[in-house]
Every structure is written in structure tokens, then in C-alpha cells.
């Protein structure tokens, strides 16, 4: 299960999208060759005072 939120707002996905933001992170993180599997996996990206000129905007 994924949920996003932007702006402390629930985006729905739909089933592409949500399978394609699982696999993708959850692939990442193996990658890391971790000690334990992780169970739950949480992210949190803020631009709030960041130069995103060279970044989309939302």
C-alpha cells in the first residue's frame, strides 16, 4: 500500500501509478543491501526554502 500526500492532502492514485511508485522505491531500498527488510517506509521531501528554479513546480 502507498499513499501521497501533498500538502497534507491525499492524492489518490490509481493502480499503475501506485505499483510504479512501490516498486520503484521499495527496489531502491534494497538496493541499500540493508541489515533488516524494511516493513514500512516512509519519505518526505520538502522545497520549502530550496532553489527550485531548475525544478518542476507543482
Do not use: C, W
Not at 500500500?1 to 497534507?8: F, V
Not at 489518490?12 to 538496493?31: C, E, H, M, W, Y
Not at 541499500?32 to 520549502?48: A, G, M, V
Amino acid at each position: 500500500m502507498i499513499e501521497l500526500y501533498i500538502n497534507d492532502k491525499l492524492i489518490r492514485l490509481k493502480d499503475f501509478p501506485q505499483k510504479a511508485l512501490t516498486n520503484t522505491i521499495v527496489g531502491f531500498i534494497n538496493s541499500l543491501n540493508l541489515e533488516e527488510s524494511p516493513k514500512e517506509i516512509k519519505i518526505i521531501i520538502k522545497q520549502d526554502g530550496e532553489d527550485t528554479s531548475n525544478q518542476r513546480k507543482f
